[in-house]
């Protein structure tokens, strides 16, 4: 038996360079201790986001050249249209310029104010979306997920009670949809089962409400069930994705993930109503129906990148190489989410840090630690990225306090992992000497984690 090794090989490099502690102390002064602010040339390893950071294949780059830039009725359109519904089976499709592009459209059409939509952790623009229409997002996530010592296989499960229950005391009318997010992001990019998907459409059929997924790493969420779940591991990862959609009435999608393409997302669902009512917001927000805010290029891009990414050797390449740097970890004693995620390791910074307060952001302060060392950028999963309560406007401190790595797809070699790894550990020898943290000195009314300005406390 031989070891995986990548399905591809290099043919383009981008320069990347190190720099001095004391350059990174002054920059970050500069940047309002907010890691968002850092400029690109600043940062060596650049692990913020797994979101329209990969790397485009030579078929994808390819596909670019050809895109057709018709203002109506593109053969992009119709080359993506086809993809989508080769794997999700959904027949209607609405291009979006972003994943929030999406949420924006199909909750303009399906989330009135006091509407309550549950699921499992929803992310932060998701949630914005929701909550920015007055209407209450519900996480029914299972405990288990909020132990990072728990290797329940499947984190990003649905607890059926906590659904029901939603479910028995809210009339349906106040319940536009359950919202599942494949792979489950703040809860460390944890998978949902099949098994665990099928009994949320049954549940939620008794109750007459319709299921959508957040789809944004949908084909890392199938591997993990090729991979974990009993009775799936003959299954083609394009033969799961057929039937995870099976179960929903509709997805939105971020495209910058799973699609592998730097900027694009969409709606596809299976009801033409929705469908109408939407492409009436995709007209007034994003752009004519068969092209919603993206060019046609990236159309043609996108739809050979899904096609890609719903690939196993792909799939083992991308997911092994977030292993291998969460096995490192682990290996040098840092309390990491387990099992590792899909698309990023997740640091917990209340067990790495317990000198720093919560009220002190410690996840805030790891990230910033971690760049001072090693000129690697994350991004804090924490109390900053919760924004506050709607109506209290005070903390909401969530269970989990993490520092992601999201590591970008077809981008770093595992010399790159060696040396995240070792800059990490660096800071983890000397975390007994941090004790203080940061205290926000601006911060906007929603999403503020990617805006807010802090100072040393
Ligand atoms: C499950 C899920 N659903 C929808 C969207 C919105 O999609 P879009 O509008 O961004 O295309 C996202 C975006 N996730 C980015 C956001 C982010 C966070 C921190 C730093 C940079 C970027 C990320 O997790 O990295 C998502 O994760």
């Not at 699921?119 to 209407?135: L, M, V």
């Not at 290797?151 to 009670?161: D, Q, S, T, V």
């Not at 083609?236 to 495209?255: H, L, P, Q, R, V």
């Not at 410690?362 to 309560?389: F, N």
Request: aromatic residues 10%.
């Amino acid at each position: 038996k031989l070891p995986y090794a990548e399905p591809f090989r290099i043919k383009m490099v981008e320069e990347i360079r190190q720099s001095t502690r004391e350059e990174r102390e002054q920059w970050l002064k500069d940047a309002n201790y907010n890691l968002f602010n850092l400029k690109s040339s600043q940062v060596f390893i650049d692990l913020l986001t797994d979101s329209g950071t990969g790397a485009m294949s030579d078929r994808q780059w390819g596909a670019l050249m050809t895109g057709d830039e018709s203002y109506a009725g593109s053969r992009s359109f119709e080359q993506l249209q086809n993809a989508v519904e080769k794997i999700t089976g959904f027949k209607y499709l609405l291009p979006t310029h972003q994943g929030r592009a999406a949420e924006n459209v199909l909750f303009s059409v399906l989330v009135k104010e006091g509407n309550v939509v549950p699921g499992n952790s929803h992310f932060d623009t998701t949630k914005g979306h929701i909550e920015f229409r007055k209407a209450h997002a519900v996480d029914c996530t299972i405990d288990e997920a909020f132990d990072i010592n728990d290797l329940h296989p499947f984190k990003g499960n649905i607890n059926l009670e906590k659904l029901e229950e939603i479910y028995k005391s809210h009339p349906k009318e106040n319940i536009p949809f359950c919202l599942i997010t494949i792979t489950c992001n703040s809860s460390g990019g944890q998978p949902v089962s099949l098994e665990n998907m099928k009994a949320v459409r049954e549940l939620s059929n008794r109750y007459g409400i319709p299921v959508f997924f957040d789809s944004a790493r949908f084909a890392e969420n199938a591997y993990f069930i090729k991979k974990r779940e009993k009775g799936q591991e003959n299954r083609s990862i394009k033969e799961i994705c057929k039937e995870i959609f099976s179960y929903g009435d509709g997805m939105t999608m971020s495209s910058k993930k799973d699609g592998l393409v730097n900027i694009g997302g969409f709606i596809a669902l299976n009801s033409e109503e929705i469908f109408r009512k939407a492409s009436n917001f995709t007209i007034i927000y994003e752009g004519f129906i068969t092209y919603g805010g993206m060019a046609g290029r990236d159309m043609a891009a996108l739809a050979v990148g899904l096609d890609e990414a719903t690939e196993f050797a792909y799939l083992e390449s991308r997911i092994s190489q977030v292993e291998y740097l969460g096995n490192k970890l682990i290996e040098y004693g840092i309390p990491v989410q387990k099992p590792i995620g899909g698309h990023a390791v997740f640091i917990d910074s209340l067990n790495f840090l317990p000198n720093v307060s919560r009220a002190e952001y410690p996840a805030q302060t790891l990230g910033l630690e971690i760049y001072k060392e090693a000129g690697i950028r994350t991004v804090e999963i924490g109390t900053l990225l919760a924004d506050r309560d709607p109506e209290t406007r005070q903390n909401r401190y969530p269970k989990l306090e993490l520092v992601r790595l999201a590591i970008p797809r077809r981008t770093y070699t595992n010399n790159h992992m060696d040396y995240i790894a070792a800059g990490i550990k660096n800071v983890y020898e000397r975390r007994e000497e941090i004790s203080k943290g940061y205290k926000i000195t601006w911060e906007p009314d929603l999403l503020r984690h990617f805006t807010v300005q802090l100072e040393e406390a």
